[in-house]
């Protein structure tokens, strides 16, 4: 079975490490030509932000060390054994920002892209090298090899101004009350080379429970995407339990484009031209939204075990639907 998945973050990276062993999948597959993987990631690049002359891309990352077996498990971000040498230094030199972590194992990374990057290599074939290093068991493309950001327009001082979202999230922890939340270039980006192919031959699009504003909503940003997966059948999994997000600060992003923090609210968000599916957690049974088939389970990705519960049960429901369709 041939899956999309656009992912963005810790609960999404989490996902996809069920999902793969729910498949039995996880051999090594990085070309476009592959055809041991079953699953195709689409990675949020809203998130991506330069600093320090490096181009750092925190959801692609997390996608790759999770499935590869580097990342902090505690965290769940990051490398894991990870020490902070470089990031003091800078400090001592008076380099800012100083409320960025950038690790030293982190560094390597990021320095292997800034120079691909700057051999002109685009994004997308620099991901793939990476990846031939980390063997995620899934093929991983960026959303789009065009620069697009995800700034935060806050009240602050003596007005509104616009920061970037890394600033808001990390800096201030999204205490700042959010107006607005953009995407800066998405109205003009392209997805990236394989993502529409992917999505046109794949069985299923399955939503992660990623931040449905910032990290799955920026991959549907991309012109083309949305629409794309509009013609699949597609499942989502709620990121909200109970009306609070399981992971993350997503209820301060819902409330800045005027979302309830809600499970059903976020699936009209999303809504029933792109959904068919939705599964919410046991907590939010009875949860109604129009025109999508919605069931209960239970959500939380507490261990192995029940994460990879929750990735089958996501495709499960998704073949259900796709042959009542067909």
Known sequence: ?????????????????????????????????????????????????????????????????????????????????????????????GMRPTWFGLGDRDTATHIVRAQMLAAGYPLSAVTEALCDRWKPGVRLIPMTDDQVETHVVVDEGEGPRAIHFQEWWIRHRAALPARQIVSVGAESSTPAPGVLKAIAEADAVILPPSNPVVSVGSVLGVPGIRDAMAAKTVVGVSPIIGGAPVRGMADACLAAIGVETDAGAVAEHLGADLLDGWLVDEADAGTEAAGIEV?????????????????????DLAVELSEAEG
């Not at 992912?7 to 090594?28: C, D, E, M, S, W």
């Open 295 to 315: 069931r209960s389970r239970p959500l939380y990705m507490s261990d192995p075990a029940a994460t990879e519960a929750l990735a089958r049960a996501a495709v």
């Open 1 to 93: 079975m041939r899956i999309v998945v656009p992912a963005g973050g810790i609960g999404g990276a989490r996902f996809l490490r069920g999902l793969r062993a729910a498949l039995g999948t996880g051999a090594p597959t990085t070309g476009e030509h592959s055809t041991e993987s079953t699953v195709t990631v689409i990675g949020n690049t809203g998130d991506d932000i330069t600093l320090f002359g490096l181009r750092i891309c925190p959801d692609l990352d997390t996608v790759m060390y999770t499935l590869g077996g580097g990342i902090d498990e505690e965290r769940g971000w990051g490398r894991a054994d990870e020490s902070f040498t470089v990031k003091e230094e800078l400090a001592a030199y």
